[in-house]
Antibody, heavy 120, light 107 residues
């Protein structure tokens, strides 16, 4: 059974960089046809796609966050990572990692999510 | 980006009754539509993809219809475990976008 697990700091200061890692267990991060993505959900609000990465390194970034986002993959560790720079309180959210069918398809496996709060 | 609009925001239903949730896209998404269920403190769970295909393990009481810009999720007979928030998502164009959610609560 595929499992995903987010890890990283739960508190980030304004203007700094948010960094999260997702580790994939029980399956291959190099599976053909699947992308790996980050999705966030501000408290009490809806879901927003941040970006997706393929095991080859090909990425899609949401244009609304494009200039601040970097997503990378490390196949040797079965991990992919998110960096979001210049954070503000508006970036406070639960951050989920997920597996996507195709480049930006539906997400069939999700991590449990990790709350990141931006505050000084 | 494609805007997804769900209605109603909240749906009050008695157990055993039928629930009908709507999702509208600002432009055609063909059949590239998914539905998710989310319970408090949990990650979303995939229910439906490609507009009408149930994901693995999803009971037959969940069904979806529609294509293009108008979609409907029907839960034929609500069980206690079905009370949750439901999101639709389009993946026809990047960025994939979600509706704001419909909360199905106990009447």
């Amino acid at each position: 059974q595929l499992q995903l697990q987010e890890s990283g700091p739960g508190l980030v200061k304004p203007s700094e960089t948010l960094s999260l890692t997702c580790t994939v267990f029980g399956g291959s991060i190099s599976s053909s046809g699947y992308y790996w993505g980050w999705i966030r959900q501000p408290p009490g609000k809806g879901l927003e796609s941040i970006g997706n990465v393929y095991y080859s390194g090909s990425v899609y970034y949401n244009p609304s966050l494009n200039r601040r986002v970097t997503i990378s993959v490390d196949t040797s560790k079965s991990q992919f990572s998110l960096k979001l720079s210049s954070v503000t309180a508006a970036d406070t959210a639960v951050y989920y990692c997920a597996r996507l069918y195709d480049s930006y398809g539906y997400s069939d496996y999700w991590g449990q999510g990790t709350l990141v709060t931006v505050s000084s | 980006e494609i805007v997804m609009t769900q209605s109603p925001a909240t749906l009050s239903v008695s157990p055993g009754e039928r629930a009908t949730l709507s999702c509208r896209a600002s432009q055609s998404v063909s059949s590239s539509l998914a539905w998710y269920q989310q319970k408090p403190g949990q990650a979303p769970r995939l229910l439906i993809y490609d507009a009408s295909t149930r994901a693995t393990g999803i009971p037959a009481r969940f069904s979806c219809s529609g294509s293009g810009t108008e979609f409907t999720l029907t839960i034929s007979s609500l069980q206690s475990e079905d009370f949750a928030v439901y999101y639709c998502q389009q993946y026809n164009k990047w960025p994939q976008t979600f509706g704001q959610g419909t909360k199905v609560e106990i009447k």
